[in-house]
C-alpha cells in the first residue's frame, strides 16, 4: 500500500496597508489580495523554517504583521 505524502499546509498572513505590487514579487509561490487597509497574503509554506523566513522578510520590509493563520487541509478528491 503506498503512503499519500503529507500535504503541504497553507498559511494566510495578514499585514497593515497596502503593499506595493514590487513588494508583492518578493513573496514568490503566495498570492496576495490587496485591500485599502491590509495586504493578505496566501500559500502554501512547506515547513517552519519557510514560515520563519517569510515572518523574517515582512520584518524587514518594515511591514507591520496583523496575523499568521494555518488554513485547514484541503480533501483531497
Do not use: K
Not at 508583492?24 to 496566501?42: N, P
Amino acid at each position: 500500500m503506498a503512503t499519500v505524502p503529507a500535504p503541504v499546509p497553507r498559511y494566510e498572513i495578514r499585514v497593515r496597508g497596502r503593499v506595493s505590487d514590487a513588494t508583492l514579487s518578493s513573496f514568490e509561490g503566495m498570492d496576495a489580495d490587496v485591500a485599502s487597509a491590509e495586504t493578505v497574503l496566501h500559500g502554501p509554506i512547506a515547513d517552519q523554517t519557510g514560515l520563519h523566513g517569510l515572518l523574517d522578510r515582512i520584518q524587514s520590509l518594515g511591514l507591520e504583521l496583523i496575523e499568521v493563520r494555518r488554513l485547514p487541509a484541503r480533501e483531497q478528491n
